[in-house]
């Protein structure tokens, strides 16, 4: 008796080890399973389609927090940023657009010294860095991840850097510069900005002037892509309507999931449709819930209700990091990408789309544009000059007195009285000096 209960007391608490024993087998096997169709999913996704980002600010935290002196860092790993060069490819990051941006109290200033500077930076990181490659085409880009390189590419952000001259924006090209934002957070004499921070340039109407209009077709023909991010809707939709390329915003979002000047709506998101172009979303928090918090359902949000607009063809990514503070949870740094991609696979879409929001849709878009320079390689470059009135910029050394024509005769009137009573006087000693000489 006793015996027989010790012995039953025996099999139930062994009957009890096994049936916990096959739960944690099951558990750790549903584990396993469920864990490579999420995680290692994207994983194994951005493998083999790792992503083209369309914004990152890490040129500005660069002048910011080291006054672009390279030699203080490792960009392998740097502190008090988001991006590094070991969570780019913990990021599956295999291309990244970097801005080169310089604030706009620097229009009518020294915009231009200042974006050479930028351009500087980058190009000193991505030659000196073997991790890096700097590429100027389509074709280098694919090369570059054939190599297990992260391609850079070089975007202005805001066309106040070229100071409204296309001799300016072709010198840029020549620097490897391939994207130009046309504006930032101000007003250029020639493209409105979203933003109302700064009070200049203010136009009635013409969101993008006939100026505005020549800096688009000598993008065109150069083979720049043009980014309309920052841009006022007006803008924006003047673009898309004059560019005979696809354009690109190349970090915003979805203006009906968050009402934000900065993000796209729906009725602009169809002209982008028909343009065949990109919007590339931006994942920091304020253009994602509106709000200073945000996580990545609601970023998943944006990138299902673009698709439902006009289709994951239309979608790429733009992060945004260095260029914004706070970001959503989960997405902190650019090591994070794969989070975002699982969330998307869980939402079923198709790993043909999400290869086309990671790396094809910006190829397409890129090789597009390339196309439409060859289209345009009998075009001469562009000799159109903004009129005087429009850049009414102080800094501006004229040297020859401005078309009588297309100025208003008050202004034209002191102008070129300031140009002429030199030139007056040395003509007359000129002349009074010949006299005396042949008088001799
Ligand atoms: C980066 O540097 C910090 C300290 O400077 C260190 O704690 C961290 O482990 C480093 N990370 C990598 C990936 O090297
Ligand atoms: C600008 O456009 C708006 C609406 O299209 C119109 O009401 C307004 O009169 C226009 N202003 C000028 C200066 O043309
Ligand atoms: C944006 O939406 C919020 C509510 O979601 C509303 O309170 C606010 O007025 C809207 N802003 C604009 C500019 O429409
Ligand atoms: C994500 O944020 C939204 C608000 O933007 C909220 O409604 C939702 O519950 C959050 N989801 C999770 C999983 O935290
Ligand atoms: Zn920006």
Known sequence: MNMLSRKTV?????????????????????????????????????????????????????????????????????????????RLQAGHVQAQVFAVYVMCGAQQKDAVRLTLEQIDVVRRMCTEYQDFELVTSAQELKNSEMRHKIACLISVEGGHSIDSSLPTLRMLYQLGVRSMALTHTCNTPWAESSSKLYNVFQRQNNSLTEFGKAVVDEMNRLGMIVDVSHTSWDTALAVLKHSKASVIFSHSSSYSICNHSRNVPDWLLHELKKNRGLIMVNLHSKFISCRDEANISRVADHFDYIKKMIGAESIGIGGDFEGAVGFPKGLEDVSKYPALIQELLQRNWTENELADVLRRNFLRVFEEVERVRDQLSSKRPSEIQIPLEEVQNPCRLVLTPPDVKGLPSDQNSSSSAEHRSPCLLILVTVLLLSILFVTE
């Open 10 to 86: 025996k099999s139930v608490s062994s009957s009890f080890w096994m049936q916990s024993l096959v739960a944690l087998v099951v558990f750790c096997l549903c584990h396993l399973v469920c864990g490579y169709s999420e995680r290692d999913r994207a994983h194994d996704l951005m493998s083999r389609y790792p992503l083209i980002d369309g914004h990152n600010d890490l040129a500005l935290q660069l002048r910011i927090l080291h006054n672009n002196r390279l030699s203080q860092i490792d960009l392998h790993n740097v502190s008090k940023v988001a991006t590094d060069i070991s």
